[in-house]
């Protein structure tokens, strides 16, 4: 069977090919081949039965080409042939002391575990690899999803007590990723902290370990789960990238180790921090997916890779999904003096704009007038709201927009009425302080009356009232994380079951309500990871909105997120750091994902209003090819004075070109943009809606890509915007 895909990284008219079957095995030497356009992935059995990796890379065809697992020799007592093997999935036993994939301690003590193949199932893209304990049946199972149109692979597992005793889980690994022998490795990863999301770090890989991490109970502001591995040679454009994402939103570990024998592994799964997590006989527990892709083409390709699997298998819509609507949301303009008089008139300025998605912020519910009050009392403030919510939302909806609503459900103010009547309800060690973070607790969301709550809650609302679009919040990260209602060793299960009940609350709610949308926020870009992204359509991406430190979170963002989930406002000068910079320049930083506007419209001027109104337009003309079509960093604002994105939609036949200047010295003109990802041969007609392109007609796919176009970009905080049209009907 040839494929042809729909590529998101090559121009239209280039296919790749899939073979006709993705997982092959070869019975005699025992080998599995997975293999997609994109790259291939190999396994194999050595005669006793353990289970080695054997290649990750580029698109292999042959599997008769590949050497049959095999039993290495001894190096010396210090260096057993159990270090020197890649083995897929080491189970912490015999002598074997790097990081291991699963760690269990039996009841009696015993905490040797040596993992074993005992069978395998295969259906279309799915494999499934049974291990089991040399002795005891202590089983896991190795799952292997492959997605052909990106090449990328999920892995996850299961393990299961089948003995009659409990056994206690120390390290539940997802998978390990094992890249070709060999040093000089790069990794790049995604650092940062409140207000200063997704910075770019890149550094050597060496001896030892490197720890990616949240203990915080959510993702983190601080890390990102995600990590891509390059050959150190590798740019935007070219070289052998090794990527993957974690998909958990609670605590998560991703470690890069290179061994003493040039092997570098790369872990991730549930934080062994504080974690034991016991299985009684007959029970399982299931990892969270550990995503890994391949790209021959450099860092953009990885991301455009990582891109459209997420609008494709992970959102909830997929590609069925709506574009994102343009948004309002007052928090920056009104904090909690929220009122139904002061959002109306508010509505009524939006509508005037082009808004499509109205929402109010905080301070709607309970005695919430401050961050000190309220959480946790989820009913409509009487004297903000004298009519309940449902004068504003008939409002708002007659104005032709969709209401949204801003929840944070799984916390409390301890002066609160929910906190009053049920103080047990928080996470938290007897007798021991409760720290407050923001005068918050957290609700233990691993207690079923809890999840029960909070589903009610929001089913309510979403019942009651025609909601379209929850914006869900999650203001604080854990402290004191005990759940002193169970037995002593099932209390730290709360790391996992937390996560696990958040998202069935979610996927619950979805399933009701099945035009209810939602945002994944947590004080900014504190959740932002590929689990919670099979529930929610977008991410807060950081409280910052200021347009040039936006510049830098966005491409930060970028690199593992699609720019669809992407949420940017437009909000007022100064912000957060006292800059100022042009509502036009705001507007083409903010229009890179998906657009909203967090301004103060009762200040905005009539010249503002016609310029928001003139962007919005033409955003929504470009929004399909920003938010479905394929993302290429032309230059980066970490390394340049002047940068550049370029979007080209999935048909080919537009292309959006945003580019940043950020300051003007000695009358230096910005150089040259030289585009990408077009079709050379094809001609474009060139729209510059700011007048500041300096070429106009039309001009072919090879001269943008070879020689570029040139901008007057003669300010600081200068930006303009290009629209490319292919003229010649392909
Ligand atoms: C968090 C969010 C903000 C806003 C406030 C409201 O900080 O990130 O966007 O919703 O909470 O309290």
Redo the contacts with the bound molecule.
Sequence with gaps: MRRVIALCCLPLFFTLHTPAQVIQFDSGRRIWLITTAYSSYAMGLTPDGELQHLYWGGPLSRIADLPPAQRRRDISSFDPHQMLENEEYPGWGGPRFYEPALKITRAGGNRDLVLQYVSHRQEGNRLDIELKDIRDPIQVTLHYLAYPDTGILARWSTIHNQTSQTITLESAQSAVWNLPPGAGYYLNYLSGRWGAEDQINREPVREGMKVLESRLGHTGHNLSPWFAIDDGEANEDFGRVWFGALAWSGNWRITVEQTPYQQVRIVGGFNPFDFLYPLNPGESLETPVFYGGFSAHGWGEASRLLHRLELQDIEPHGLQARPRPVLYNS?EATEFNVSEEGQKALAAKAAKLGVELFVV??GWFGERSS?HAGLGDWYVNPQKFPHGLASLITYVNQLGMDFGL?V?PEMVNPNSDLYRKHPDWVIHFPNRPRSELRYQLVLNLARDDVKEFIFNTLDHLASQYNIRYF?W?M?RIFSEPGWPEVPPNEQRELWVRYVQNLYDIMRRLREKHPNLEMES????GGRVDLGILRYVDEF?TS?NTEAFDRLHIQNGFSQAYAPKLMSDWVTDVPNMNHRSTSLEYRFLVAMQGALGIGANLNKWTEQDNQTATRMIALYKRIRNTIQFGNLYRLLSPWTHDVSAVEYTSQDGKQAVLFVYRHSQEFNTPAPAIRLAGLDPKALYRLESPDGKLQASGELSGAFLMQNGINFRLSDDYDAAAVILHRVDGN
């Design positions: 928090w912020d905080d961050e801003w944070e914006k919040d203001n926020c947590s004080g900014g807060w409280d």
